[in-house]
């Protein structure tokens, strides 16, 4: 019997769905049946369900058809977390759905921070979550200069636009520069070359630096060059070392 009611009752609820929690009546509210047992959390990679819990601040004793809007809040709260939803799953489960924050490079401050798109310091230990992003500092022109405000999200919103213009390039990229000029300056792995332009880097031009880069290296009989310098409009500037001997090649 008691089987029996507590089926008729999930059913009811869910008879109801469409009429919107706060018309439900009082007892779905108040019955053990939907009390809140257990959490989920989906679309996260680094928030985890104790997190999501803690600061979306569920209440002992809450139930799954309360609402939901202070626990969306509270998830929002999270310096980890973009934006958040709370959908229920009958007949006691919470699931949140988090969009995240995504790291896009490391801030040595000296010790290594994650920033995300938006230049906001992210609490990751990069060792913990093995983040293999590229390193974000100013063009080294003393000791002591920090990147401002400004040009620390400038820089980190052109690291998540490249990695979506060419995501191979990126990650290639062992380091980015701030120059004073406003002009980045990246550092690549393989081959080992330093190429310069200013935001924001358009698709076709990164094309026309690879390929002059290439270029070089065949002419040279595979000696790579020293840097790849895509700051002038009409030609991409290829350097081999401080010896002055540049070879200027014309952009397509």
């Known amino acids: 019997m008691r089987r029996w009611h507590a089926v008729a009752l999930a059913g009811a609820a869910v008879g109801i769905l469409g009429v919107g929690s706060s018309f439900l009546p009082r007892f779905l509210h108040e019955t053990e049946l939907f009390r809140v047992r257990s959490f989920r959390v989906e679309d996260a990679q680094f928030v985890t369900v104790d997190e999501a819990v803690a600061w979306a601040g569920v209440a002992a004793g809450a139930s799954v058809w309360d609402d939901p809007s202070a626990w969306e809040a509270g998830l929002r709260a999270d310096p980890m977390v973009l934006d ?6 009958l007949l006691h489960t919470l699931v949140f759905r988090v969009t995240e924050r995504e790291p896009v ?11 995300d798109a938006d230049g906001e310091v992210l609490p990751l230990d990069p060792s913990k979550h093995r983040l293999d992003l590229p390193l974000l500092r100013p063009v080294r022109e003393g000791d ?8 620390l ?9 490249l990695r979506e213009v060419d995501p191979r390039f990126l990650a290639s990229v062992s380091e ?12 690549l792995m393989d081959p080992a070359v330093e190429v310069r332009f200013r935001p924001p880097l358009r698709s076709s031009r990164l094309q026309e630096g690879l390929r002059a880069l290439s270029d070089a290296m065949a002419r ?3 000696r790579t060059p020293r ?9 991409v500037v290829v350097g081999f070392g401080t010896d002055a001997n540049v070879t200027a090649l014309l952009s397509d």
Request: aromatic share 2%; glycine share 8%.
């Open 84 to 89: 958040a939803t709370v959908e229920r799953r």
């Open 144 to 151: 002591g200069r920090r990147l401002s405000p400004a040009e």
């Open 227 to 235: 840097s790849v310098d895509l700051r002038f409009e009409d030609q």
């Open 220 to 222: 040279t009989g595979g």
């Open 153 to 161: 999200k400038g820089a980190a919103e052109e690291i998540d636009r």
């Open 105 to 115: 490079a490391l801030l040595p401050t000296p010790v290594l921070q994650p920033v």
């Open 176 to 187: 980015v520069e701030v120059d004073s000029d406003d002009g980045l300056l990246v550092e």
